[in-house]
Nanobody, 122 residues
Framework: QVQLVESGGGLVQAGGSLRLSCAAS????????MGWFRQAPGKEREFVSA????????YYEDSVKGRFTISRDNAKNTVYLQINSLKPEDTAVYYC???????????????WGQGTQVTVSS
């Protein structure tokens, strides 16, 4: 069982940067792959990024490559999503997720956070 709590969302200017955090609690956090999804109102939830348990492998949806960076600090039980060059189309609720592997996380994560709102103004 893993509990995930996101933070760091808010209202930001287009072109700016934001770092989202996801604090995890529960057993065997460091053995889980972690990732991020996002969902805008009226749209499908979409995969954004994932990172392996060791941090050695990272994965990104094509549209965010070069702007988003995922990282994790297992000593702090925390995963981060650094978002640069923010665009209005990045506006969404961002959800943290956990699963055994990046591949299974992308398909259907076992655990979800409650989400944090990111709003980008033009």
């Amino acid at each position: 069982q893993v509990q995930l709590v996101e933070s760091g969302g808010g209202l930001v200017q287009a072109g700016g940067s934001l770092r989202l955090s996801c604090a995890a609690s529960g057993r065997s956090f460091s053995s889980y792959a972690m990732g991020w999804f996002r969902q805008a109102p009226g749209k499908e939830r979409e995969f954004v990024s994932a990172i392996s348990w060791s941090g050695g492998n990272t994965y990104y949806e094509d549209s965010v490559k070069g702007r988003f960076t995922i990282s994790r600090d297992n000593a702090k039980n925390t995963v981060y999503l650094q978002i640069n060059s923010l665009k209005p189309e990045d506006t969404a609720v961002y959800y943290c997720a956990a699963d055994r592997t990046p591949a299974t996380l992308r398909r259907s994560p076992d655990y979800w956070g409650q989400g944090t709102q990111v709003t980008v103004s033009s």
